[in-house]
């Protein structure tokens, strides 16, 4: 009888937090929709290479594994978040275009000992975020 209450209530906990983080994510589907996020899409040229790189459904994985993003605060916070967001990313990578920086340099500090360059190696902006720079690389390497 405990073992079944026990496991009955681990069902039930499992269950609360599938829908807490259902409700928790539907923030963000609801801001960033599907049509949104084609309407920046659609304004990269046909031969962009962001064109069949960035897509919805990896934004909202992406999306997934930040529990926090959008869905803290208020709805008109988790609007700005996800618009600051957006408007980040449509800078940098020319409204979904580019998947790496166009004007590409090594961006090293040879003189800085602490955080050494590899050799060989440049540090240009790739992705939605397009970090430059080699401490960029340092700081954010195992997110």
Not at 46 to 62: E, H, L, P, R, V
Not at 69 to 88: L, M, P, V, Y
């Amino acid at each position: 009888m405990t073992t079944h209450l026990r496991v009955s209530a681990i069902i039930l906990w499992f269950a609360f937090a599938l829908s807490a983080l259902s409700i928790c994510r539907g923030a963000v589907l609801d801001i960033a929709t599907q049509d949104f996020f084609n309407g920046i899409l659609s304004s990269a040229a046909d031969s962009c290479a962001g064109k069949t790189f960035y897509t919805y459904s990896d934004f909202i994985n992406a999306a997934n594994s930040f529990s926090s993003f959008g869905t803290t605060g208020t709805s008109d916070d988790n609007k700005r978040e996800i618009a600051a967001f957006f408007a980040n990313v449509a800078h940098e990578t020319g409204n979904l275009c580019y998947v790496e920086e166009i004007n590409k340099s090594d961006y090293c500090d040879s003189t800085n000992t602490q955080y050494p360059c590899a050799s060989g190696k440049q540090y240009y902006g790739r992705g939605p975020l397009q970090l430059s720079w080699y401490i960029s690389f340092c700081t954010y390497q195992f997110f």
